[in-house]
């Protein structure tokens, strides 16, 4: 692993420091010049959202799902660049009880409400940028046929049986729960009214026959499959909790209500008296989109991760495990776990009156910006409260200010006039510091600037498989903050063109400060793809020079021809992102939100 720090450089003499840069230059060469790409991975890559719920239209929690998706998908693109090689697939859950109670309260019939509630979704990821390959709905032909041959699955493995089931039903949860987690609240009319203790949603009694699938024989193969498997979930915190709930007893599953109840889902085959539980129907989403029951989808099928809410872990990180054992396959690779947003410290909620809108989000702080707030600001392990005044702090000064302004001072007319990339001149610049001679300009602070921008691309991955994308956001603007200082400190603009002795340290320092800005274009294509396409437009990259085995960064630092010295400059010249606090009369309104 490369992990050579500026510090480390400096502090050693002659023959090790020298010897430290061969390994170096010898990695940064190497057919994965930056260690982030993991041959032993296969180059498939299978990434899901949750399918989303048509109850009511989408809010930021729901954008903030598919965006951690789609960064983890993007990002996967970079190392492996073959398109065919990723499958990025998201939709809406339309069954059950929540929204058949959703359509009656609206006066339309359920298909109504799923086609006008799925468009806004499809619409929203559309104006979003999410790169999704497929778009699932689960009241599609092929999504039937998918979950009633993978309940025959499981039928013919005598995993189902009937039997009468008592207890506690949460519609807006969609699941069933024992009596230790419901509790009595006031209702609207001041009687206590049973409640889920978790989400403190209303909860009603059900006594009736239903099919049950043997969950219970399950726990030791779940506790097997995570300890053998202490990445499968991720953050860890998460991995903990699912071993932690599988301590406690695992009871047998209900997974069909009666029809006469519940008829807005997927008969039950061979028995139209009883219709598919609503999490085992929108849990083999993940398998229709890849073809299932068509063998083709078994070469997806290893390479899945899953991205899900917090709220929903139960059900992917032990009821679905267990259905695929017992259909006779293999747990999901991967599960990705985030928290939720809050707004103003509040959960958000239809009935408290402050869902935040994401299309008007996009809008305000324009697709690119909100991306980056989001995927900047929300950390997976704990939740996150929104306010408007935050979004225009963090982009004003992230986006604007350090980078759009970095961009600006080293391609503007008056500071390179020529519209090129310059020149790099490696007596000015040396590649060690030991060797920085008369002609020699930098400094210790500017070899520390190399060390942690060819650093970057290996960080910024492993924060990726980490699943904190937050971290790898904060890294690229820990880099653009240093670069900014390395332009400061050598104030090119004090520096003459025609000065045969400026000249070549002026060309370096614009020079070094372009190939900082590439690799953070690189880098930030996940996040925030116009605004990294501008950037790396305005640089001259070509687009099969964007992904990270192109990026040898600094080549001529190492003794290697760059290929961009010489290279003209994007026309275009606009600005990268604009400051939000001056260009918006309606912030004045959005600072009291
Ligand atoms: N339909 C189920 C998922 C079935 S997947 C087989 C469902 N839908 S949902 O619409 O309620 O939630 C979808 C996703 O949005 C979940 O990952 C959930 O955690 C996420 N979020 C819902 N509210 C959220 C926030 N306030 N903040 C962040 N994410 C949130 O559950």
């Not at 050579?4 to 420091?17: K, Q």
Request: proline residues 7%; glycine residues 8%; aromatic residues 10%.
């Amino acid at each position: 692993m490369l992990r050579i720090s500026a510090f480390r450089l400096l502090g050693r003499t002659g023959a090790s420091r020298l010897s430290l840069l061969a390994d170096f230059n010898l990695r940064h060469y190497s057919s994965d010049p930056l260690g982030v790409r993991d041959d032993t991975r296969d180059a498939r890559a299978y990434f899901t959202t949750p399918i989303f719920y048509v109850n009511a239209a989408p809010h930021i929690g729901h954008l903030y799902s598919a965006l951690l998706a789609d960064a983890l998908c993007r990002h996967h693109r970079l190392r492996v660049p073959s398109a065919a090689a990723t499958r990025f697939s998201t939709g809406t859950d339309e069954h059950g009880l929540k929204i058949q109670q959703a359509a009656a309260a609206a006066g339309l019939a359920p298909s109504e409400l799923c086609d006008r509630v799925s468009a806004q979704f499809q619409q929203l990821f559309r104006e979003a940028d999410i790169s999704s390959t497929d778009f699932i709905r689960t009241t599609e032909a092929r999504h039937r046929m998918a979950v009633q041959h993978f309940w025959g699955v499981l039928k013919a493995r005598g995993l189902l049986y009937k039997g009468l089931y008592e207890g506690w039903y949460c519609a807006s949860d969609e699941c069933f729960l024992p009596e230790a987690k419901v509790t009595r609240q006031p209702g609207p009319s001041g009687d206590l009214c049973p409640v889920s203790l978790e989400s403190g949603h209303p909860v009603s009694w059900t006594k009736e026959e239903n099919y049950i699938f043997r969950l219970s024989q399950f726990r030791e193969p779940l506790q097997r499959w995570l300890r053998g498997d202490p990445q499968a979930i991720t953050p860890e915190p998460f991995h903990h909790a699912v071993l932690q709930w599988l301590e406690e007893e695992l009871p047998d599953l209900s997974v069909s209500r009666r029809s006469s109840h519940l008829h807005w889902g997927i008969p039950v085959p061979g028995d139209d008296s009883q219709t598919i539980y609503v999490w085992l129907d929108a849990l083999v989403n993940y398998l229709t989109v890849i073809g299932y029951p068509n063998p083709e989808f078994k070469s997806w099928w290893p390479t899945t991760s899953h991205i899900i809410g917090k709220d929903i872990l139960k059900f992917h990180a032990i009821y679905w495990p267990a259905l695929l054992l017992g259909a006779g396959m293999s747990p999901p690779h991967r599960i990705y776990v985030h928290s939720h947003w809050t707004v103003c410290g509040q959960k958000m909620s239809k009935s408290l009156g402050n869902v935040v809108d994401p299309r008007t989000c996009l809008d305000r702080y324009t697709v690119d910006g909100f991306r980056y707030f989001l995927l900047r600001q929300g950390v997976p392990n704990w939740d996150c409260d929104y306010y408007g005044e935050k979004v225009v702090k963090l982009l004003d000064s992230e986006l604007a200010f350090a980078l759009g302004g970095l961009l600006n001072r080293c391609t503007a007319n008056r500071i390179n006039p020529s519209g090129t990339y310059p020149a790099f001149c490696t007596t000015c610049f040396p590649s060690e510091p030991g060797l920085v001679g008369p002609t020699g300009r930098a400094q210790a602070e500017d070899y520390a600037l190399v060390s942690a921008v060819a650093t970057l691309p290996k960080q910024v991955a492993d924060h990726y498989d980490n699943f904190q994308i937050y971290k790898a956001l904060e890294a690229v603007s820990s880099c653009v903050r240093q670069t900014n200082g390395f332009v400061q400190r050598h104030a090119p603009w004090k520096l003459n063109w025609e000065s045969p002795v400026d000249a070549p340290w002026l060309g370096t320092v614009l020079h070094v400060a372009l190939e900082c800005l590439r690799v953070f274009g690189t880098l930030l294509q996940p996040v925030t793809p116009s605004l990294a396409d501008k950037l790396l437009s305005r640089l001259g990259v070509s687009a099969t020079e964007r992904g990270l085995g192109e990026l040898h960064f600094l080549p001529r630092f190492y003794g290697h021809p760059c290929p961009f010295e010489g290279r003209r400059l994007g026309p275009e010249t606009g600005v990268l992102f604009p400051r939000l606090d001056q260009s918006r009369a309606w912030l004045v309104k959005a600072h009291k939100t």
